[in-house]
């Protein structure tokens, strides 16, 4: 064969092969593509078994034409198959509309959270504002003018985190607050009556956890002072708060309580709502279940923020929204609401 003879087939095979490429769209056709071009006993290979009739130069130069298409060849296989598994990907994600749907992972609110907005929600139905206050406090207002001076016996009532903090005085000591009564003195400071307001917030104390107890926590204060307001109208009150949270077939039982702030205080406690009032766990066989501390403001603290206490009364309480959500719910351990346990946190 004349070296002019093989050039004109290796182009023409060239573009041949190329054509018909062009044209296969499944992967079976591709092969046997494959088979019949570059193969063993494909064409090209035919051709290049032709050469040792030529001479060494002739030979060299048409060898080398010859890999050329022979690597172009392969190159446009692969390329081609290539696309054909884009083509197929692409069209199942597509239309593969079999394909299971794919579950997303849903946020909530933490118990705490919800249990808080729903107190909240409770007094804003009945006129009370929301306000919050600083997680860190002055002695002066978590104690002192809530009539809790320093040394005072009282004060056990509460184990503090103190904070390694003067005041540029130097005479009243910073802490992380153990309650959200502070509030009812920075609200009064700043505000004249008539006052109604409720306090969600953290708070802290130096305890050692367990059950029931926690180092870190939340409580939902509560303060109305006004002309006329008497210890009747925190009864109602908190009745009908009660009733809203626990069901309004509700009974509620107020009892002598101490707290510094408040005279005379308060314990608040509701019927079992479990087992209405024949003892069971949640009451522990009493019948009742307290659920929070209130009391008419002290005069002194009226005074101690400007009041003229002959003129203003008021009542405040204090409550704890987990305590709260523990015993809607059953839960009987408060270390789950901040150990991050998703098994826990889902059911809320
Ligand atoms: N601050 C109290 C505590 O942490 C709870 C409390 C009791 C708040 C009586 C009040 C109240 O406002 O009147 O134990």
């Avoid at 009945?126 to 002192?144: C, H, K, L, S, T």
């Avoid at 920075?186 to 006052?195: F, L, Q, V």
């Amino acid at each position: 064969m004349s070296v002019d003879n093989i050039l004109n087939r290796l182009s023409e095979l060239k573009v041949r092969a190329l054509q018909s490429l062009n044209g296969i769209d499944d992967t079976e056709a591709l092969d046997s593509w494959r088979v019949d071009y570059l193969g063993r006993r494909g064409e090209l290979t035919q051709i290049l078994r032709g050469l040792s009739d030529l001479d060494n130069d002739d030979r060299r130069h048409v060898g080398s034409l010859a890999n050329n298409i022979k690597s172009e060849l392969e190159q446009s296989l692969s390329d081609h198959q290539q696309s054909l598994k884009d083509r197929e990907l692409a069209g199942r994600t597509q239309f593969d509309v079999t394909l299971p749907g794919r579950s997303i992972d849903m946020g909530r609110l933490h118990p705490t959270t919800q249990i808080v907005r729903e107190i909240c929600d409770a007094f804003v139905s009945m006129g009370f504002q929301i306000a919050e206050g600083p997680e860190v406090e002055w002695d002066r207002y978590n104690f002192e003018m809530l009539n809790i001076p320093k040394d005072h016996p009282a004060r056990d009532m509460w184990d503090t985190l103190w904070v390694d903090y003067k005041d540029n005085n130097g005479d009243t000591p910073m802490l992380l607050r153990t309650h959200t009564s502070p509030m009812q003195i920075r609200i009064m400071e700043d505000s004249e009556p008539p006052i109604r307001v409720i306090v969600p917030g953290k708070c802290y104390r130096y305890e050692a956890t367990d059950a029931t107890h926690e180092w870190h926590f939340y409580q939902v204060e509560g303060l109305a002072v006004g002309e006329g307001i008497t210890f009747a109208d925190m009864k109602g009150t908190l009745f009908e708060f009660a009733r809203i949270m626990f069901g309004s077939d509700r009974k509620v039982r107020f009892r002598v309580d101490y707290f510094p702030f408040v005279e005379p205080g308060a314990e608040m406690a509701i019927d079992c709502f479990v087992c209405k009032g024949s003892g069971c766990r949640v009451c522990k066989n009493s019948g009742w279940i307290e659920i929070m501390g209130a009391g008419m403001v002290n005069p002194k603290v009226l005074e101690g923020v400007g009041y003229d206490s002959s003129k203003y009364t008021g009542f405040a309480f204090g409550m704890g929204p987990e305590r709260i959500a523990m015993l809607k719910y059953g839960i009987d351990d408060i270390r789950l609401f901040y150990s991050n346990d998703m098994r826990f946190l889902r059911q809320f």
